[in-house]
């Protein structure tokens, strides 16, 4: 079975540039994440997708940051413009259902560098 | 509202010797609660988890932890480390009720010495 897909694995551009990642979840996966990982701190949600709806995206700085799921498979996120802060590892993970007992499978991660 | 606590941020032990990594939560609903594993230049990956039933739960790699109610807490433990154990371990937490928002720790990073 194959894992949960992304690219590009690392991107740097200059602050207020746009940049744009990724994601093809494992087939059949109902639910998808995209994270935000911070050098030195755990994941933090930015948004969730049911299928092709949103879940939950109240932690998406929603000025700069989008993310669509289309047709309820891959999903792309975007940050437009970057900002400095916004250097992290962005990671993807899908799970069967959006049940509470459910394990998430995590893509490898987008290292992204905002000089 | 949830929110989870790992004690260290740091652990250090020598090989053969037990590992304990420690975390607490906080949810107004009953939770599930995992441990992450985050090896270097590796995905994240299930240790384990804790859905209700069983208040011990054994994982891969003979880890092993206990959902402890009262004390708010799910502590990771191994009886006796191994090189390959070092890597970074995050605890998290689904509140069942809640809205299926998963938080994480800051993760505790094991460190194991010859």
């Known amino acids: 079975e194959a894992g949960v897909a992304q690219s590009p694995r690392y991107k740097i551009i200059e602050k207020r540039q746009s940049v744009a990642f990724w994601c093809n979840p494992i087939?059949?996966?109902?639910?998808l994440y995209w994270y935000q990982q911070i050098l030195g701190q755990g994941p933090k949600l930015l948004i969730q997708f049911q299928n092709n709806g949103v879940v939950d995206d109240s932690q998406l700085p929603k000025d700069r940051f989008s993310a669509e799921r289309l047709k309820g498979v891959d999903s792309t996120l975007k940050i437009q413009p970057a900002k400095l802060e916004d250097s992290a590892v962005y990671l993807c993970a899908s799970s069967s259902d959006r049940g509470h007992t459910d394990t998430q499978y995590f893509g490898p991660g987008t290292r992204l560098t905002v000089l | 509202a949830q929110s989870v606590t790992q004690l260290d941020s740091h652990v250090s032990v020598s090989e053969g010797t037990p590992v304990l990594l420690r975390c607490n939560y906080s949810s107004s609903y009953s939770p599930s609660l995992f441990w992450y594993v985050q090896h270097p230049n590796k995905g994240l990956q299930l240790l384990l988890k804790?859905?209700?039933?069983?208040?011990l739960v054994k994982g891969i790699n003979g880890f092993e932890a206990e959902f402890k109610k009262s004390e708010t807490s799910f502590h990771l433990t191994k009886p006796s480390a191994h090189m390959s154990d070092a890597a970074e371990y995050f605890c998290v937490v689904v509140s069942i009720g809640g809205s299926y928002i998963p938080t994480f720790g800051r993760g505790t990073s094991l460190i194991v010495h010859p």
């Open positions: 804790y859905t209700s039933a069983a208040t």
């Open positions: 087939s059949g996966h109902a639910t």
